[in-house]
């Protein structure tokens, strides 16, 4: 009886130190302590052009013109990336970030903007309906 105990606390000591399968959150956290990280926590960027022909277009011209040369290894959308990212400008960041507005999002900048400038509150609809003149109704209609 005391061997078949001994020889099942061998098993378990045997099964610990070769563990299989999937691994548990700690050990991944552990492991993933070690990378050098964005300020975000976010250290893999991807690029999807798949839905925007346009996009594809532009990027597989701007590779092939890039990769038209006789020597050196190949240029990787990367390689382009990294090289243009310095050269983007405040101006060039602000364009950018206007051009990812939906219009209620336009419209409601350009309401804080209107309250930041003129110091008043006025909520999205009181500014649509003082300022742009919509929904205002006709004073001469019926």
Sequence with gaps: ME???????????GAEKNKTGRKNKTAKEIKNEDKEE?????????????????????VSKLLGEANNKSFGRQIILKDLV??????????????????VLSNLEKVKKQCFEYNQ???????LGEYLVSVRNILREDK???
């Excluded at 243009?84 to 364009?95: M, R, S």
């Excluded at 400038?117 to 909520?123: G, P, S, V």
């Design 140 to 142: 001469n209609a019926k």
């Design 82 to 99: 990294l090289a243009a990212l310095p050269k983007l400008t405040a101006k060039d960041i602000e364009q950018i970030q206007n051009s």
């Design 38 to 58: 964005c300020k975000d926590g976010q250290d893999k960027f991807f690029i999807d052009v798949t839905k925007d022909q346009e996009s594809k277009e532009m």
């Design 3 to 13: 061997l078949d105990k001994r020889e099942e606390e061998r098993k378990d000591e």
């Design 117 to 123: 400038k003129n110091k008043t509150n006025l909520d």
